[in-house]
């Protein structure tokens, strides 16, 4: 089993920045690609971005891509998301999920392929 613990959400202006943090506890992480999905009001969960075990490898979402960035330090067992330039139509519950892998370089948009989530963090872009 893992558990994850999204943390720092919260309300920025737009233009602004916040940087997510998902703890890990449980397992090691090496194994697992890490995504962040996010899930607006009235709005379907949708991917946001991943990165692979080994961290070589990582995807965005068109609408976040130049903006936002995450990493990972495994031996913190710790993934972040740095939000840069946030717009009001960022703001949404942002969820880290694991997905276990057989390849440390592989990192999949699909929430099917995540097994374990956390319980998302309140991100709220004012206008």
């Known amino acids: 089993q893992v558990q994850l613990v999204e943390s720092g959400g919260g309300l920025v202006q737009a233009g602004g920045s916040l940087r997510l943090s998902c703890a890990a506890s449980?397992?090691?992480?090496?194994?697992?690609?890490m995504g962040w999905f996010r899930q607006a009001p009235g709005k379907e969960r949708e991917f946001v971005t991943t990165i692979s075990g080994s961290g070589r490898s990582t995807d965005y979402a068109d609408s976040v891509k130049g903006r936002f960035t995450i990493s990972r330090n495994n031996a913190k067992n710790t993934v972040y998301l740095q939000m840069n330039s946030l717009k009001p139509e960022d703001t949404a519950v942002y969820y880290c999920?694991?997905?276990?892998?057989?390849?440390?370089?592989?990192?999949?948009?699909?929430?099917?392929?995540?097994?374990?989530w956390g319980q998302g963090t309140q991100v709220t872009v004012s206008s």
């Open positions: 449980g397992r090691t992480l090496t194994n697992y690609a």
């Open positions: 999920a694991a997905s276990y892998s057989g390849s440390i370089d592989y990192a999949g948009r699909g929430e099917y392929e995540y097994d374990y």
